[in-house]
């Protein structure tokens, strides 16, 4: 009933010619595969990466944007530059942004108001650190996240977000979480979904990411709250990239 959605979250990896040749492979061998693919590219590969994919149904995404809508902050992308680049996705709040760019729960709920207003899918990041999964905080982490992130959407806007679970002590690893670690977290964000509106709450897809690897795939898709993954490494491998989204299938 959730279509999976596999994403690739590209970093700061690539040149013009690596990103267009991974584009070119994930787009041919896209209408093989029945499930929805996204790459996200760093900005300035958006355009030459949007090219390669041509008339592919590979949809393009971008792993941030501003949240300011214009004026004197130097160096920002605005939701609607990101919108106008041909992007249907965008990744927010990647732990990513809140560790190394000091990006607050705050930052993350502005960001997803400038996606929406512009009708971009946001990918709004949540999860715990090693730290907190230590100490039994993990569920009380991603709600904080929630709360603050969506917390204040109404039904329809709620209905147009997607989750990516990512517990940063999995992010880049190659230690994932177990599927029985991910699906616990998974139910309960999917319980605080549809706490908030019932309709919405069960359409929203839930993605697992941290260290999804082709031979761990098969099995983090089998449980019933994941709905399919933001990958990192194994994306910047279109072979790596494509067996993750067979075994959503
Ligand atoms: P890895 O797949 O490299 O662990 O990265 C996950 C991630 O951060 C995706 O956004």
């Known amino acids: 009933m959730r279509r999976p959605l596999i994403a690739g979250?590209?970093?700061?990896?690539?040149?013009?010619?690596?990103a267009t040749a991974l584009a070119t492979e994930v787009a041919a061998a896209s209408s093989e595969i029945d499930v929805d693919l996204l790459v996200c590219p760093s900005f300035t590969l958006l355009a030459p990466v949007q090219a390669a994919l041509g008339s592919s149904c590979v949809a393009l995404g971008a792993q941030n944007l501003s949240a300011h809508e214009s004026g004197a902050?130097?160096?920002?992308?605005?939701?609607?530059?990101?919108?106008?680049?041909?992007?249907?996705?965008?990744?927010?709040?990647h732990s990513e942004r809140r560790g190394l760019f000091g990006e607050r729960d705050s930052d993350v709920a502005a960001k997803v108001q400038r996606a929406l207003a512009q009708s971009l899918v946001p990918i709004v990041c949540v999860g715990e650190s090693l730290d907190e999964r230590d100490a039994g905080q993990e569920l009380a982490v991603v709600s904080r996240q929630l709360d603050s992130a969506l917390g204040a959407l109404d039904s329809t806007a709620?209905?147009?977000?997607?989750?990516?679970?990512?517990?940063?002590?999995?992010?880049?690893?190659?230690?994932?979480?177990?599927p029985e670690q991910a699906q616990a977290v998974h139910a309960a964000m999917r319980e605080w979904l549809i706490g908030r509106e019932a309709g919405a709450?069960?359409?929203?897809?839930?993605?697992?990411?941290?260290?999804?690897?082709?031979?761990?795939?098969?099995?983090?898709?089998?449980?019933?709250?994941i709905d399919g993954a933001l990958i990192g490494g194994a994306s910047l491998d279109a072979a790596d990239f494509l067996a993750i989204a067979r075994a959503a299938v």
């Open 9 to 18: 979250n590209w970093k700061l990896n690539g040149s013009r010619d690596s």
């Open 73 to 93: 902050v130097t160096g920002e992308v605005s939701a609607q530059m990101v919108a106008e680049s041909g992007c249907r996705y965008v990744i927010i709040g």
């Open 158 to 178: 709620l209905a147009n977000c997607v989750v990516a679970y990512e517990p940063v002590w999995a992010i880049g690893t190659g230690r994932s979480a177990s």
């Open 201 to 225: 709450g069960n359409t929203v897809r839930l993605l697992y990411g941290g260290s999804v690897k082709p031979d761990n795939a098969r099995a983090l898709f089998a449980q019933r709250d």
